[in-house]
């Protein structure tokens, strides 16, 4: 099973030897919403998560799967 999209991005952020401030820079968003992202305070947009993603050279991909 993966990781939740906030641990994954933070172990991201955490190996990219980044600040949450160096993430949000690269990102345009503020450093706030790099946080509330990798603790899960809110659902982030996608355009929110595409941002964070591609800082890491990462796409956001969507499944939906039946179960």
Do not use: C, W, Y
């Not at 952020?13 to 603790?39: C, F, I, P, Q, W």
């Not at 809110?42 to 890491?56: G, M």
């Not at 956001?60 to 179960?67: D, M, N, P, T």
């Amino acid at each position: 099973m993966k990781p939740p999209i906030g641990q994954h991005l933070r172990r991201l952020r955490e190996r990219a030897g980044m600040t949450r401030a160096d993430v949000a820079t690269k990102a345009h968003v503020s450093e706030r919403t790099v946080l509330n992202v990798e603790k899960q305070k809110f659902p982030p947009s996608l355009e929110t998560l595409q941002r964070i993603a591609s800082v890491f050279g990462r796409n956001v991909i969507l499944s939906s799967r039946a179960r």
